[in-house]
């Protein structure tokens, strides 16, 4: 599971965006930055240019990094992250270097713009690190959608969501991991994706 997210600006090595997800991180951003940053720039003089991806170990944590054209992201997580995950944090630091190119040379360390950006740079990290499915479920409100069309699989997770209060994928999968586990979350995205179910932002 993702525990932490750095978004860290490349020449200064100063996190322009810092999230966590879990408490179970505890240094401060500016401090890993400057450590993370510090071992990229091995990496590039070893090189030649900054490295695209980095995987190492910190403190129990696997750290994921990846590099666009004057930002780097950090992704803390208990395990290795699945490969979709590691597209999206290639996908999401392309998106951020670009939206914030003014930002890159020169930057005075004023966070003002990242701040004032910040719905828009979550959401991206919700749908590129696919974050939603860290918290709860709840149905949707719509009365006009057909739970007749849902499979059995969807539609006992769906009545599961209705009846569990914090139903969220790991507790879905814990509870029905007598299916496997691609077929869980295929039915879980088919659920969000055709507004059956939604998530929340309370864990």
């Known amino acids: ?39 990229s720039t091995i990496g590039q003089e070893m090189i030649g240019r900054p490295t695209g991806f980095k995987k190492l170990q910190y403190h129990g944590f696997v750290v994921t990094g990846a590099y666009f054209d004057g930002f780097s992201i950090y992704v803390f997580s208990e395990t290795e992250l699945v490969k979709e995950i590691e597209e999206g ?9 670009r ?3 003014s930002q890159k040379d020169n930057w005075d360390g004023n966070l003002d713009l990242f701040i004032t950006s910040s719905a828009i740079i979550e959401s991206k990290l919700s749908q590129d690190l696919f974050l939603w ?3 709860p479920f709840q149905q949707s409100k719509d009365q006009n959608l057909d739970k007749g069309k849902l499979s059995k699989l969807g539609k006992i997770i769906f009545t599961c969501i209705d009846k569990e209060r914090k139903c969220t994928s790991a507790r879905i999968l814990d509870y029905f991991n007598s299916y496997a586990e ?8 088919n659920l969000v994706i055709n507004g059956y179910i939604e998530t929340t932002t309370e864990d």
């Open 1 to 39: 599971m993702i525990q932490k997210i750095i978004i860290v600006h490349h020449e200064t090595s100063l996190p322009v965006m810092d999230k966590d997800i879990e408490l179970t991180v505890p240094y401060d951003a500016a401090m890993i930055s400057g450590i993370l940053q510090a071992i």
């Open 89 to 97: 944090m290639q996908d999401l630091i392309k998106w951020f270097s």
């Open 99 to 101: 939206t914030f190119k």
């Open 133 to 135: 499915l860290l918290y």
């Open 182 to 189: 691609e077929d869980i979350l295929y039915e879980i995205f």
